[in-house]
């Protein structure tokens, strides 16, 4: 079964990602990390990219175009993927069809995990992330504290917010994704693939919601 992720700023996409990955196998291709890896390989395009990112621009949708469709050629077709922040765009999701038309892959399920705005933006100013596992913790959440104030559960390492995890900058991100990103939820509904899932709740609550729309849920 394979799948794409949609939700609004702080919904979580990143955590249930990585619990379908950890108890499910799914292979998780983020549009973000697949950029990444381009640029620690320092290919020419890698190059350009990081030239681009440094800069604070935006990545041509062709460049991304190439790279989703590269990885979609080179990962186990056996196991099921997930798609994560990609497409944003409804152009992006009309070109993703292509590529998979052309790969003869098929997207079985889109499922759009949804909060309030209010809600993204209290998680968003509590959020803490470890630089080294990658874990994700959030002080506005009893359930997702750390242990020990500001220090990593699994590596012992200082924890860290990120630099956009601002009011300012999450009203800039939510106002993008209202303007851009919920034609792809209509996009996908239209298609009878959307599956909406209501994101507010506890991060154990919000997935088994998620494993019995997937239809994969195993005690």
């Known amino acids: 079964m394979n799948i794409i992720f949609i939700a609004p700023p702080a919904a979580g ?3 249930y990602s990585s619990l379908l990955s950890s108890k499910y196998g799914f292979t998780h291709i983020s549009a973000g990390d697949v950029l990444r890896e381009e640029v620690a390989a ?3 395009l890698g190059e350009e990219i990081n030239q681009l990112m440094s ?3 935006m990545i041509n949708d062709e460049i991304v175009y190439k790279l989703i469709e590269n990885k979609l050629r080179n990962i186990n077709l ?4 997930m798609l994560d922040g990609f497409p944003r765009k409804i152009n992006q999701a009309e070109e993703l069809e292509k590529i998979l038309n052309k790969l003869e892959i098929n997207i079985d399920k889109v499922i759009f995990i949804n909060i309030t705005k209010e809600t993204g933006l209290k998680r968003i100013l509590g959020r803490m992330t470890c630089p080294v596992c990658k874990k994700i913790y959030n002080l506005e959440n009893p359930n997702l504290t750390p242990k020990n104030p500001n ?3 699994d590596c012992s390492t200082s924890l860290n917010s990120r630099k956009d995890d601002t009011e300012e900058a999450y009203e800039t991100r939510y106002n993008i994704y209202m303007n851009e990103t919920l034609p792809v939820i ?3 509904k239209n298609k009878n693939q959307l599956i909406e899932i209501d994101g ?3 991060v154990e609550e919000v997935f088994i919601k998620i494993e019995e729309a997937l239809g994969v849920k195993n005690d």
């Open 42 to 44: 320092q290919t020419l």
């Open 13 to 15: 996409k990143g955590t």
């Open 200 to 202: 507010s709740g506890k």
């Open 186 to 188: 209509e996009y996908y």
């Open 55 to 57: 800069r604070g621009e």
């Open 151 to 153: 220090i990593c559960d």
């Open 78 to 81: 056996s196991k099921p993927f």
